[in-house]
C-alpha cells in the first residue's frame, strides 16, 4: 500500500531538529514532490498531532513565519521558534543562513 502524502510530510517535519527550520518547498522535495509546497502547507494547517510533529518548524522560501500558524498565527510560531533558539534577521523572517535544516 502506498503512504499517503500528508503521512510522508509528517514523517519528515518530525526529523526537524530544535533549532532548525525547513521550508515548504524543501519538504516537498523530500517526500518526491518538488512542485507540492502549498499541499506541504495544507498537511501542516490539518496536522493531527501539534506537538508531536513540529509543524512550527516550517516557514516559507524566504524565511517567513506562517501568518495561519495552527497554534495561534506567526507570534505564536516566533514565540516557540525563539525558545529553540532560533535568531531572526526581521520580525517574522528567519535568519536561514543559520537555521535552515539540511538533511
Not at 519538504?27 to 518526491?32: D, L, M, S, T
Request: charged residues 25%; aromatic residues 10%; glycine residues 10%.
Amino acid at each position: 500500500m502506498k503512504r499517503g502524502f500528508f503521512a510522508k510530510v509528517y514523517d519528515v517535519v518530525r526529523r526537524i531538529p530544535l533549532g532548525k527550520v525547513a521550508t515548504y518547498g524543501q519538504i516537498a522535495r523530500i517526500v518526491g514532490e518538488p512542485r507540492a509546497a502549498r499541499q506541504v502547507g495544507w498537511a501542516l494547517h490539518v496536522n493531527p498531532e501539534p506537538f508531536v510533529v513540529p509543524c512550527h518548524r516550517v516557514v516559507n522560501r524566504e524565511g517567513r513565519l506562517s501568518g495561519a500558524f495552527a497554534f495561534g498565527g506567526a507570534d505564536a510560531q516566533r514565540y516557540l521558534l525563539m525558545n529553540e533558539g532560533v535568531q531572526f534577521v526581521a520580525d517574522d523572517v528567519v535568519d536561514l543562513q543559520k537555521h535552515l535544516w539540511e538533511e
